[in-house]
């Protein structure tokens, strides 16, 4: 039976399901997030509030599945005057339903508000050097790298990844 994704924006009933994606995709692709487990304490008060933070520069964005939230992305503005044309986004999708365009999904979403927004003129990401999968999504979305710091992740002694910063104008 092939599931069909609906992307939609996040509500705060959604909080619950929220905070147990992103435990899902910690748990699964550490080595992609800036967040370990370990590290991740949100409470759902806390994920309501941050869901309510996006409403006046931003959005949140889900990935369901029959009310099965399975991917997700949040973009916000700046509120600096000097950089308030453009934000910053971050994605996440369950390793089960990677590679079946819910990603893209995503982004096309992402688009669409920020045409319909109106403020928007630049979105911008950074990506761990060693998520070949997004940064090969990203390149075909439209985005191009602008920077790149230098072992910017340790994972360990001697373990280190870089940081692209990518960029898209829309």
């Known amino acids: 039976m092939d599931q069909k994704v609906v992307i939609r924006h996040a509500k705060e009933q959604d909080a619950e399901g ?12 550490s080595d992609k997030m800036g967040t370990s487990l370990s590290e991740f304490k949100v409470t759902i008060d806390e994920e309501r509030e941050w869901i309510r933070s996006h409403e006046e520069r931003g959005v949140v ?5 029959e009310d099965h939230i399975i991917g997700m992305l949040n973009f916000r503005l700046s509120s600096l005057k000097k950089f308030s044309h453009q934000g910053l986004f971050g994605m996440s999708v369950q390793e ?6 819910t990603g893209r999904k995503l982004l096309e979403s992402l688009f669409d508000w920020a045409k319909q927004d109106g403020r928007v003129e630049k979105i911008s990401l ?3 050097a060693n998520n070949e999968r997004a940064i090969h999504l990203y390149g075909d979305m439209g985005f191009n790298e602008e920077g790149r710091k230098l072992k910017h992740v340790r994972f360990g002694p001697d373990h280190y990844e870089d940081e692209l910063i990518m960029g898209k104008f829309i």
């Open 126 to 128: 950074e990506v761990f």
């Open 96 to 101: 089960g339903y990677t590679n079946q365009g």
């Open 61 to 65: 964005l889900v990935a369901v599945i």
């Open 18 to 29: 929220l905070r147990n994606h992103v435990k899902q995709v910690l748990t699964e692709n």
